[in-house]
């Protein structure tokens, strides 16, 4: 009775509570499975397959980068400010003494994740907070690279559009309007979106951010006339023409750096000091 209940209100929640969408997510996770090495693949599939989430089976990589979003209202509400960092959208760049003070934010969880996947787990609570650590790393990077997810602003929730006609609102446009529109739908674009050609540097979290920073300052927030973005404002095939390359770049970039992460750990090399607070 309890799983009727909880299946309901989840089926009943917004759209928008689903960073990037159930499609984003999930391609994040599977562009990742491409590029890990052959230490990078065991190690995934080990803590994928450990802990306490063994009982409901083992869920593929990329199916399991959604739960996040699923139990951040429900039981792991303490990972509820994991999913983004509030950066003034007045200011030119983040600062994280100012907008991640209380260290409850988007980096700091994936920080977190990486020092729970780089710790040699024993027993069965430690494997599950391990396997937990996986999923968190893998939502968590592709959230970051959602723009909308590292300002202050609501993250763009309360800004009203209409989207090809439809009323909905600027975060959720980038959650799912774009790639819907773009038709990158997993698994059928997987494909295409692993192949593109992306330069994902090194490990630099405060860089990524600042990058995602800039996509909301000078794109999401933007008419292509250079226009402010407001509640009210109809957007439609132009906004999407200038944006669709934007949001593929991200994908790409998310599950390559994903990756990256991933395969350092599973050598034995966290990227571990990541932030100087
Ligand atoms: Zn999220």
Not at 4 to 33: F, N, R
Not at 48 to 54: H, I, R, T, Y
Not at 129 to 153: C, N, T
Not at 185 to 207: I, M, N, Q, T
Request: hydrophobic content about 40%.
């Amino acid at each position: 009775m309890r799983t009727i209940i909880l299946l309901t209100v989840l089926l009943a929640l917004p759209d928008d509570v689903y960073a990037w969408g159930h499609d984003g997510h999930k391609l994040v996770c599977a562009i990742a499975e491409r590029y890990l090495t052959d230490e990078g693949k065991l190690f995934t599939n080990r803590v994928n397959a450990q802990g306490e989430f063994l009982k409901d089976g083992v869920l593929s990589f990329p199916e399991s980068c959604l739960w996040p979003d699923k139990v951040r209202y429900t039981t792991r509400k303490d990972s509820y400010e994991h999913h983004f960092i509030n950066i003034p959208i007045s200011a030119n760049s983040v600062n994280l003494g100012r907008d991640c003070a209380a260290l409850t934010c988007l980096p700091a969880g994936i920080q977190r994740s990486i020092v729970y996947l780089a710790s040699s787990a024993v027993g069965q609570r430690e494997m599950g907070r391990q396997a937990a650590a996986l999923r968190y790393l893998g939502h968590f990077i592709g959230d970051l690279h959602q723009p909308l997810h590292v300002i202050d602003d609501w993250g763009g929730n309360k800004i009203k559009v209409t989207w090809f006609g439809k009323e909905t609102n600027l975060h959720a446009v980038w959650d799912s309007g774009i790639i819907a529109k773009s038709g990158l739908s997993y698994p059928e674009s997987l494909e295409f979106l692993s192949a593109v050609k992306v330069r994902p540097g090194a490990v630099d979290l405060v860089r990524w951010l600042n990058d995602s920073f800039h996509l909301v300052r000078n794109n999401a927030y933007r008419h292509p006339n250079g226009k402010v973005v407001s509640s009210g404002d109809k957007l439609g095939k132009a906004y999407l023409d200038g944006n669709k390359p934007l949001v593929i770049e991200q994908l790409a970039l998310a599950g390559q750096r994903l990756a990256a992460i991933i395969n350092a750990t599973a050598i034995g090399k966290p990227p571990l000091l990541l932030i100087n607070w």
